[in-house]
């Protein structure tokens, strides 16, 4: 089973209420077993919601205690961001899932970057908090900008 980012897939799941659609992962995933998922919306975030992003760190500082993820007008939504990830790690033991298909830059989902926390476009190399818990269990991740060959 390969989890995907809803987003990727044309789900108006985004912060903004749109999607990310993107061609590439719709022709990889054809025949294959695949899972949508939002990590922001599992963790209860309404859909449109302002766009987030990880202060003090990435993923991996997240999940550790480290640094917090906040809102657009500076509200901690940390909580909402770790159980969205914890939702979805409860998914590996339901399905054997073999790799992530996760939406970069996203501080739930980015798998090489995530924005840095100052609301102005910069990015700084680490996982989303999603990506990060999938990580530590080994899952190869990719993004729609690094698909399998
Ligand atoms: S990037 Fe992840 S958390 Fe954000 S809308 Fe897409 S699936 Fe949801």
């Keep these: 089973m390969i989890l995907v980012s809803a987003c990727?897939?044309?789900?108006?799941v985004k912060y903004n209420g749109e999607h990310n659609y993107n061609q590439d992962v719709i022709d990889f995933l054809r025949d294959k077993e695949y899972?949508?998922?939002?990590?922001?919306?599992?963790?209860g975030?309404?859909?449109?919601?302002?766009?987030?992003?990880?202060?003090?760190?990435?993923g991996a500082e997240v999940l550790s205690g480290d640094a917090v993820v906040i809102n657009q007008e500076g509200t901690a939504v940390t909580e909402a961001f770790i159980k969205g990830a914890k939702t979805i790690e409860i998914l590996l033991k339901k399905h054997n899932v073999?790799?992530?298909?996760?939406?970069?830059?996203s501080p739930s989902c980015g798998v090489t970057?995530?924005?840095d926390g100052t609301f102005s476009k910069n990015?700084?190399?680490?996982?989303?908090?999603?990506?990060?818990?999938?990580?530590?269990?080994?899952?190869?991740i990719y993004s729609e900008k690094n698909l399998p060959q």
């Design 113 to 115: 970057a995530v924005y």
């Design 98 to 105: 073999t790799m992530a298909i996760l939406k970069e830059n």
């Design 123 to 140: 990015k700084i190399p680490g996982m989303g908090v999603t990506t990060a818990i999938l990580h530590a269990h080994g899952i190869p």
């Design 8 to 12: 990727l897939l044309g789900k108006n």
């Design 45 to 58: 975030l309404s859909i449109p919601r302002l766009p987030s992003e990880i202060q003090g760190g990435t």
């Design 35 to 43: 899972l949508p998922i939002c990590p922001e919306s599992a963790g």
